[in-house]
Structures are given as structure tokens and as C-alpha cells.
């Protein structure tokens, strides 16, 4: 004879694996489980150094101006123009006690310039560095002249980020928040997040504002953790704003105009900004999908960006077609090819070609990276904050990029190639095309003081500046001051 089966209620089954399971999590939790994992958890064993650094430079280029690999996405220091000659010095404390729970760095390095061509020279000075920053705990405050990087793909690879890159000099800031992903506090480290807030000085002083100013927060999450699989999602927000019209006009610099530009309000002294908001808006998303092992990873993303209206989700604008989509993928087993780039920049939609017309009002025309009020644009000592393969007379443009890199037996290379059809703006338009290459090795060689030796060979081949050549030639040396 069969046993009957003993059915239990479905009540007391759910309740006895309730149970079950949070008596497990409790266990696990308590046993092996770190409910808030911190590097300053684990032992400090590092010491802190600190760095001397110097080089010169020199670029011979085409009589029509360096190629664009050449000088850009080089923090600016390197000339447009077809000849230069570069050398810079300084002192660098870097960031080597993640187990501590303060943490410090900083830098100053002054760089001079003699740039021109066969008609004109020009001479120049600057800090490219000159910054403290400091953390407590998460926590970071960063004052001075420092790069703003985006956190997606490899710096050296990519063609440029959609809102802050590289290309041009450092902007004075003071920014504080979480610099990096950090663990939320009881989520054993699947859940991080990173955001900030910074106030910049744009001190170029351009022909149209003068002391002009820069807001930018940003706010991001990364589930995972530990997990192969990893999602990101960052919102960043930046504006111009401030500053004074013909060095006379007060655009509004005061507190309230603060609070207007950082919740993107209307006001101003402008009646365009009135209408608007006050100063000039740009919001970027960023959604990556990070596949990870032991030793390397691969990085699937996407970038929007914007300029008018509500923000809405990723994707979810009239303007969806244009962004930034790439692959980054690293390893370090095998050091001839550590890492390789590929993206696609498509920025000709613009929400369509009219804004209004015939007294109807289409939303199209963003105009990106430009304004009515400050006519320079997204730009500071004449380059493009972004990307310089954009800029506010050529921001309809549709790239390809791939970049490559990797270290063969000492001499370490990367390899960019960029196409790119460029159509000017929907009020000036454009139809010319751009190849632009760039192929860079380095050697660092020991029985010569340790002083490392480098040379770059980049071309433009196309209609958008004709054809461009030019090579650059490198000596640098980097070594300890001190360590304690």
C-alpha cells in the first residue's frame, strides 16, 4: 500500500522557508560576509612617495597645422599649430594608501611653449597641474587645476567623452564628493555608487565672456560587485554661467543665479536666458554593461547627450539617435596587445533640422554645444571641452574610432584610427570627411639616466583640413624624490 502524501498548507510552507532562508542570510552574513566592504578594512601596507617629473617635446608638422591625434586629447599642451616645442617640470605626490582611511595627492607641474608657423610665433606659459586633493574616509575634495575624466573606456584609446575630455587645459575647480565607486553601506558591496559636485573658473578670458563659470554635478550607480556581470549608470549635468558680457554686463555671478543654473531655472540678465534657463545647459547619460574575469574585462557602453528640456532616461528623447556607443577590452596575460577601443560617435539628428518655423515650434535644432549668450561655446582656450572631433561649428558629425595598445618587448605603443563624415551645424552646414591616424611608441632605456624616449607619426587624409602630416619627438624622466 501507498503512503498518503502529507500536504502541507501553503501558509506554513512559505513561512517555514521564510525562516529558512533568513536564517541562512543571518549565518552567512555573520560568518563570511562583509555587510559594508572598504579597502580601509584591510591592513596599510603601503608607503607614501613623492615624484619629480620633466620632458620636452617637439612637433614638425604640414605648413596647414599639426594632425588631429597629435595635439588632441593631450590636456592641450601640445600646439595646433604646425610647429612647437614643449617642456614642462614638476613635483607629483600621488594617491597610494587605499587601506588608510585618509588618503592625499597633489601636484605642480608648470609647462612652457614656443609654438608658430612660417609667419608667426607665439610663446606661452602654464600650470597643466597644480592641485591638492584629499580623501576622508569616501569622501573627496579636490581644489586646483586637474583633468575632468569620464569614467568610460581607456583614456588613451578613446576618441573623447560627449561632455568632458582631455582636449584642452585643465579647468581650476573646486569639486567634493565620492570620486570613485564605493560600496552602499549594507548591501555587502553589490551596490555602489560615485557622485560630486564641482565649481569651476573658465579663466581663458574670450573675446565674448569674461570669467565665465562652470557648474557640474554627476550622480552614478553600479550594481554587481563581486559578480562576472556588471551594470553602470552615471547622470551628469553641466552649465556655463556667470561671468561678464563685453567684461561690462553682469550675467549674474551671485548666489541665487547659483541656485537657478544648478536646478536649470529661468533667469538671468539675459532675455534669453529669461526665456530659458539661465546660462548654457548640457546633460549627459552613461550606461555601461561590464563583463569581467581575473585579469581582464570587457566594457559595452553607451553615451546620450542633450540640451533642451526635461531629462528623460537614456534613450527615451526625440534626439535618441545621436550618442556615443563603444567596446573597451582589457587584459593583462599577454602584454602585446593590452588593450583595444572601438566607438561610434553619430551627433546629425539634433531632434531634426528646425526649431521653429513658419509660427510653429518643432524642438529641433539643438544647436549642441552652442548659445546665444556665450557664443564661444563648450570651449576653453579655443578647444573643445568634449571631444575634439566636436566643436560648436561642427557638431554634426558621424565618426568611427578604434584605438589599440600594448607593450612589445619594452616599446610600448597605441595605435588610433579615426573616420569621420563631418556636416557642420543645420546653420552652417558642412560635407567634408576626415581620416585622421596616430601611431606612438615609447622606450624606456635604463643605461641612459632611465630617461624614456618617445615618437608619434599622425596624418589627415580628407576634404575637412586637406592633408596634414607631422611627427613628435619626446624625452621625459620621472623618478622618486623621496618615500615614507
Keep these: 500500500m501507498k503512503r498518503a502524501l502529507s500536504i502541507i498548507p501553503y501558509t506554513a510552507l512559505r513561512n517555514r522557508l521564510f525562516h529558512i532562508v533568513l536564517l541562512l542570510f543571518c549565518a552567512t552574513s555573520v560568518c563570511a560576509w562583509d555587510w559594508w566592504p572598504l579597502p580601509m578594512a584591510q591592513p596599510d601596507t603601503c608607503r607614501d612617495s613623492l615624484f619629480y617629473a620633466g620632458g620636452v617635446s617637439a612637433v614638425v608638422s604640414s605648413p596647414a597645422g599639426s594632425p588631429t591625434w597629435i595635439h588632441g586629447n593631450r590636456n592641450g599642451e601640445i600646439s595646433t599649430m604646425p610647429y612647437s616645442g614643449n617642456i614642462h617640470l614638476g613635483i607629483i605626490k600621488p594617491a597610494t594608501r587605499p587601506s588608510r582611511w585618509y588618503d592625499w595627492d597633489g601636484a605642480a607641474v608648470l609647462s612652457g611653449r614656443i609654438a608658430g608657423s612660417s609667419s608667426e610665433v607665439h610663446g606661452t606659459g602654464f600650470f597643466s597641474l597644480l592641485y591638492a586633493h584629499a580623501r576622508l574616509y569616501v569622501f573627496d575634495i579636490t581644489v586646483g587645476i586637474k583633468p575632468i575624466y569620464s569614467t568610460l573606456g581607456d583614456a588613451e584609446l578613446t576618441a573623447g567623452d560627449l561632455l568632458f575630455s582631455n582636449n584642452t587645459h585643465p579647468i ?17 558591496g553589490y551596490v555602489e555608487v560615485r557622485g560630486g559636485v564641482t565649481h569651476g573658473w573658465l579663466k581663458d578670458n574670450n573675446p565674448y565672456i569674461a570669467n565665465t563659470l562652470l557648474h557640474h554635478k554627476f550622480i552614478g550607480g553600479r550594481i554587481g560587485g563581486k559578480w562576472p556581470v556588471n551594470l553602470t549608470y552615471e547622470l551628469h549635468h553641466a552649465a556655463q554661467w556667470g ?4 567684461g561690462v554686463l553682469d550675467l549674474g555671478n551671485d548666489w541665487n543665479s547659483f541656485v537657478r543654473v544648478f536646478s536649470g531655472k529661468q533667469g538671468g540678465a539675459t532675455t534669453i536666458e529669461q526665456l530659458n534657463t539661465q546660462g548654457n545647459h548640457m546633460v549627459s547619460q552613461l550606461l555601461c554593461l561590464t563583463a569581467k574575469g581575473e585579469k581582464w574585462h570587457i566594457d559595452l557602453y553607451w553615451q546620450d547627450f542633450q540640451e533642451d528640456g526635461a531629462v528623460h532616461f537614456i534613450g527615451g528623447r526625440r534626439n535618441s539617435k545621436d550618442g556615443r556607443w563603444g567596446i573597451h577590452a582589457a587584459q593583462d596575460v599577454w602584454p602585446f596587445i593590452s588593450g583595444f577601443t572601438f566607438e561610434c560617435i553619430q551627433m546629425t539628428d539634433q531632434s531634426g533640422p528646425w526649431h521653429d518655423r513658419d509660427g510653429m515650434v518643432f524642438g529641433g535644432d539643438d544647436f549642441y554645444y552652442s548659445n546665444g549668450v556665450y557664443k564661444q561655446g563648450w570651449t576653453y582656450f579655443g ?22 595598445k600594448g607593450d612589445i618587448y619594452g616599446y610600448r605603443y597605441r595605435l588610433l584610427c579615426t ?60 623618478g622618486i624624490i623621496k618615500s615614507w
Design 172 to 188: 581650476p575647480r573646486i569639486t567634493i564628493g565620492i570620486d570613485h565607486y564605493t560600496a552602499f553601506p549594507g548591501l555587502y
Design 243 to 246: 561671468g561678464y558680457e563685453n
Design 383 to 404: 578647444r573643445s571641452i568634449c571631444s575634439p572631433l566636436l566643436s560648436p561649428t561642427n557638431s554634426r558629425v558621424w565618426a568611427y574610432h578604434a584605438g589599440i
Design 419 to 478: 573616420y569621420s563624415d563631418n556636416y557642420g551645424t543645420y546653420h552652417v552646414r558642412l560635407n567634408n570627411h576626415n581620416t585622421a591616424v596616430l601611431l606612438e611608441v615609447h622606450k624606456t632605456i635604463q643605461k641612459a639616466w632611465g630617461l624614456d624616449f618617445g615618437i608619434a607619426l599622425g596624418g589627415d587624409f580628407g576634404t575637412l583640413y586637406g592633408t596634414r602630416l607631422g611627427g613628435m619627438i619626446t624625452i621625459s624622466k620621472r
